[in-house]
């Protein structure tokens, strides 16, 4: 069982910064490709980014790349997302996730989730 908190989600203006953090439990955090979802209002879940277990390997959605970073800290337990050049319309909710071994973008082939946190840019 793996469980995931993030934080870090807030208010900002058009053109500003958020780092987003995902604390993960368990001893085998290694063992677990990461992503970066999001869920806007009425909207369905939608791939950000994703990082590979070692954290070698990285791949994002068109409408963040160049924008976002996605890293990870094995010894730590963590997985972050850097936001910058935010735009109104990355206002959602983000959610952290995992499943074992490799990254995927497909939102049904992640088994665990975080509980997501709110970002909201204001124009």
């Known amino acids: 069982q793996v469980q995931l908190v993030e934080s870090g989600g807030g208010l900002v203006q058009a053109g500003g910064s958020l780092r987003l953090s995902c604390a993960a439990s368990?001893?085998?955090?290694?063992?677990?490709?990461m992503g970066w979802f999001r869920q806007a209002p009425g909207k369905e879940r939608e791939f950000v980014a994703t990082i590979s277990r070692s954290g070698g390997s990285t791949y994002y959605a068109d409408s963040v790349k160049g924008r976002f970073t996605i890293s990870r800290d094995n010894a730590k337990n963590t997985v972050s997302l850097q936001m910058n050049s935010l735009k109104p319309e990355d206002t959602a909710v983000y959610y952290c996730a995992s499943r074992r071994f490799s990254s995927s973008w497909l939102v049904d082939e992640y088994e665990y989730w975080g509980q997501g946190t709110q970002v909201t840019v204001s124009s």
């Open positions: 368990g001893r085998t955090f290694s063992s677990y490709a």
